[in-house]
């Protein structure tokens, strides 16, 4: 497989809606694959295809301490959750360097697509649910500092663009 380009805040790109999955081709199971390897080699949880600039509604993520259960979703919808919510740091490998408090809901019921096309529910709790959430996001074109106040989010827009600059130098 590929490692595949993580696009970086501010892009808009990272901004477009994805579109559903219509049908299961070799080529989107060799987008997941190299999207699963793009995570691992970048040491995140979590990857949406928008992500890597294809705005497909796949998402791939392993929240296991061994780092060798990758989990696969495809056309993911939220069916529930649960009304408690909670506000933990969360970062983004499309916000490099980056970690702030998002308020999210402790537990959500999914159902998605997995990579051979079954449909699948899942019931995700704690760093699971937040990270299903967080990718989901990414997938309406939501980034996680959306979240945030306009100045943090200015302040990291002016980071993050001055590094890129300095980077293209």
Known sequence: MALLN?????????NT???????????TLTLIES????MYESNGIGLAATQVDVHERI???DVSDERDSPMVLINPEIIWTHSERVKGEEGC??????????????????????????T???????LLAVC????MDHLIGKVFVDYLSPLKRNRIKTKLLKLQREENH
């Open 6 to 14: 993580i696009l970086c805040y501010p892009d808009p790109r990272l």
């Open 17 to 27: 809606v994805a579109k559903p999955v219509k049908e299961i081709t070799n080529h």
């Open 35 to 38: 999207m699963i390897e793009t």
């Open 59 to 61: 998402i791939v993520l």
């Open 93 to 118: 490998l499309s916000v490099p360097n980056t970690y702030d408090g998002v308020e999210r809901a402790i537990e959500i019921k999914v159902k998605a697509l997995d990579k051979s096309g079954s």
């Open 120 to 126: 699948q529910e899942i019931h995700a709790k704690e």
């Open 132 to 135: 299903i959430q967080h990718e």
